[in-house]
């Protein structure tokens, strides 16, 4: 019986996607998965890389199991790549269990509204705000770009970030932020 993982090229076991479920994962037309012929073909030239796609997947998995929610005997089947799966039985059609199918119904919808609230913050123009917070936007991105690069979010260091000398930027940015110490250093954080 195949278990779903690094077909051979003439695989039939029915394993492929649709509305059933599953989805047989990227195949590079060699007969391996992408992940292998990264390993394999990845160009010297970046030795050392390690491919977020290999350092992120486990192998592959499936075994008996009871349903989360009904506790029905089920299968998990899991691709390696972060997706899985509950199935009523192994082989073709690929019954996914109903306990599953409404699972990731309600899924779905629950990150669609997740999109669209991020999509709605996100696509906001700048040029729509006002002055001031147009200031507070510049120096909590700047703040946030210091932070990333060093321990310490100094007065000086978030001013050269914005172009500025430290008295341009007190007298610009002054109502926006304010000083504490912090392991005996002085640093900025928005107020």
């Known amino acids: 019986m195949c278990n779903a993982w ?3 090229p003439g ?3 029915g394993w492929g996607g649709g509305s059933s479920g599953g ?3 990227i195949r590079t037309g060699l007969g391996g998965s992408l992940s292998d012929s990264i390993k394999n073909y990845a160009p010297k030239a970046i030795e050392g890389y390690q491919s977020p796609i290999i ?3 486990r192998e592959a998995q499936t075994y008996p199991t009871t ?8 299968f998990y089947h899991t691709n390696g790549y972060g997706d899985s799966v509950l199935f009523d039985s192994l082989g073709w059609p690929w019954q996914v269990h109903s306990c ?4 990731w119904d309600k899924e779905k919808i629950r990150r669609r509204q997740i999109n669209r609230r991020y999509s709605a913050i996100t696509n906001v123009n700048f040029w729509d705000f006002n002055e001031y917070q147009q200031k507070r936007l510049i120096l909590a991105g700047a703040i946030q770009a210091v932070r990333s690069q060093k321990y310490f979010i100094k007065e000086e260091d978030v001013a050269s970030y914005l172009g500025l000398e430290v008295e341009q930027f007190r007298k610009h940015y002054f109502l926006f932020y304010e000083l504490y110490v912090e392991d005996k250093v002085r640093q900025v954080r928005l107020k």
């Not at 599953?100 to 699972?103: M, S």
């Open 67 to 74: 349903c989360w929610w009904c506790g029905a005997e089920v």
């Open 11 to 13: 695989c039939d076991c």
């Open 6 to 8: 690094n077909h051979s």
């Open 55 to 57: 350092a992120d997947t």
């Open 23 to 25: 989805g047989g994962g």
């Open 100 to 103: 599953w199918k409404t699972y």
